[in-house]
């Protein structure tokens, strides 16, 4: 009888010990670091992801640098948020001669208007955010269909966790009492969030923080605290905090903290994924607003 080799049995055994995923990982790149913890929570080890615009980044005024372009031309899918919000990524796209495909993570929501302008901050309403991370995952999963059953499965998960999250928002907010559910922030990222939950937002500058607001512009949001009794003012993580000292000096109200608005914050921060920057900004609301 013949004897079967014991190196080739060895091999055999080896080959049935690679993992069944052997093939790439997708190349993913994300507008900005809220996308791309989306992206993440789908795609899981299955997606390299890199996002452009980094933690505490201003996604309205981001300059791309040359090491974009070859990033983007890397990608498989270039997901982006849309409604007007990175001005700068057409021309980029263009430029890196990349051929990858353009997700719009914001397909099927409906934009609120601020003047003419679309307000781009869709992802501030937590149900939105699940409409992003189903758009995204249909996307993973045309572009890898090996893989669906993973990102249908971490979809699922991610999408409790947001649903959980949205439950916890609403609850929080009615701990405010509704006299006392304004405040004003420095830019008009947070409409979304008004609509959902009832805390209204007042802004000096417009939906972009590329805007500066005229001297005729802060004296009527110093009149609106005054009138209406604002009880708080808050700094964005991406914005300069002069400008909210100067209307908290001249009204008297207090200081709430920081906001998370366009970004996410590093790892080590208060934010350093989007139920963590959710979660972040109802309690510095409610720690400001409820007593």
Request: proline share 6%; hydrophobic share 45%; with cysteine.
């Amino acid at each position: 009888m013949r004897r079967f080799p014991f190196w080739l049995f060895c091999l055999v055994l080896a080959a049935a010990a690679v993992p069944a995923h052997a093939q790439p990982r997708l190349n993913v790149v994300a507008s900005f670091s809220i996308l791309g913890d989306f992206v993440r929570n789908v795609g899981g080890d299955r997606v390299d992801v890199t996002t452009l615009v980094g933690p505490d980044g201003d996604v309205h005024v981001y300059t791309p640098a040359p090491a974009d372009a070859k990033q983007v031309a890397d990608a498989q899918l270039v997901v982006i948020n849309g409604l007007g919000l990175e001005g700068w990524l057409p021309r980029l796209v263009q430029s890196s001669g990349s051929r990858a495909a353009i997700v719009t993570a914001t397909d099927g929501i409906a934009p609120h208007k601020i003047g003419s302008e679309a307000d781009p901050h869709a992802w501030q309403s937590v149900v939105n955010a699940r409409i992003y991370v189903s758009n995204i995952s249909n996307a993973l999963v045309a572009a890898d269909p090996a893989d669906a059953s993973i990102f249908r499965a971490n979809t699922a998960r991610y999408d409790e966790q947001l649903d959980e999250l949205d439950r916890e928002v609403r609850a929080a907010v009615e701990q405010i009492p509704p006299a006392r559910r304004k405040v004003i922030s420095t830019h008009d990222a947070f409409g979304y969030f008004a609509a959902a939950y009832g805390i209204e937002f007042i802004a000096p500058l417009g939906v972009s923080t590329e805007s500066e607001p005229s001297a005729r512009d802060i004296a009527a949001i110093v009149s609106q605290i005054r009138a209406g009794k604002i009880p708080a003012v808050f700094f964005e993580n991406i914005s300069d905090p002069r400008l909210m000292r100067q209307i908290a000096a001249e009204t008297g109200a207090r200081i709430g903290g920081t906001l998370y608005s366009d970004s996410l914050s590093g790892e080590k921060g208060d934010a350093p994924t989007y139920i963590d920057m959710v979660r972040h900004n109802i309690k510095a609301l409610t720690s400001a607003l409820a007593n």
